[in-house]
């Protein structure tokens, strides 16, 4: 068998793309950690530990990923180099309009469960001015939103060009962050807060659908493209990843209603 060769170059853009995936974690952990202060100043103790609840709750949007990003991309790095063209459209197609769907069920599942909200968590019940219910399905439409640009960011890490998703999470985290402290400062109200959010969220993946549209190679997303031999083609990766966040979820889960109560 012929030894597989690196390209001029290859492993200096291995490296760059390292970096950016760094980076782009990195943003997510600075903001996580730089937030937190700023609100709990200018927030109640009651207002800030709700808020802090329905931000963990909306995050678990993030699990109906099922690791499909990083599964996703190195499939795209595959059809990439074979030229596939075909199949790396099917995959992309099936793994973009699924996130949706799932995105969707997500956003309506909160949105019938909302008014009962403060009943399962009285920690939202006792916030100052009320509106827990609401907050929550913003926060949530917020995490769906970006939800289905992660295939779109799997495409960018296929082709090696990490930098593009790791400056638009970069950005889109800093946006929301500011926007969230902005709010806490003028309103004190968590729905204001909730829909700051929500609305650089939306702006994130607006960016991530236009990069997308204008530096991809044929960026085409049509549902009668996705399949379900492209679905089950990643699904078996993912059911690794999957495992493992419902392990977490029953920790974190139990933890949540502690924290609720």
Do not use: K
């Not at 492993?11 to 950690?33: H, I, P, T």
């Not at 678990?60 to 991309?73: D, E, H, R, S, T």
């Amino acid at each position: 068998r012929q030894a597989a060769t690196v390209p001029p170059g290859g492993g200096r853009r291995v490296a760059s793309n390292a970096v950016w995936n760094v980076l782009g974690v990195g943003s997510s952990a600075l903001v996580a950690l730089g937030v937190p202060p700023f609100v709990a100043r200018l927030l109640p103790p009651s207002e800030f530990g709700a808020w802090s609840l329905m931000m963990q709750l909306a995050g678990y949007v993030n699990l109906l990923g099922f690791g499909l990003q990083i599964v996703l991309a190195r499939h795209v790095a595959v059809t990439h180099a074979e030229g596939d063209a075909a199949t790396r459209r099917a995959l992309v197609s099936t793994a973009f309009w699924g996130l949706a769907a799932l995105a969707a069920f997500a956003v309506v599942a909160v949105a019938l469960g909302a008014p009962w909200a403060g009943a399962a968590f009285p920690v939202l019940a006792a916030s100052t001015h009320g509106g827990g219910g609401a907050a929550l399905l913003w926060l949530t439409s917020a995490f769906a939103v970006l939800l289905p640009t992660s295939a779109l960011a799997a495409v960018f890490v296929g082709e090696q060009r990490s930098e593009v998703p790791a400056l638009v999470t970069a950005a889109t985290r800093l946006t929301a962050a500011t926007a969230v402290v902005l709010a806490a400062w003028m309103t004190r109200d968590l729905r204001a807060m909730a829909v700051a959010f929500l609305l650089a969220c939306c702006g994130g993946a607006a960016a991530q659908w236009l990069l997308w549209r204008l530096r991809t190679t044929e960026p085409r997303l049509a549902i009668a493209d996705a399949s379900r031999s492209s679905l089950a083609r990643v699904w078996d990766e993912c059911r690794g990843v999957t495992e493992w966040n419902l392990c977490m979820l029953l920790v974190s889960g139990l933890n949540l209603v502690l924290v609720g109560h």
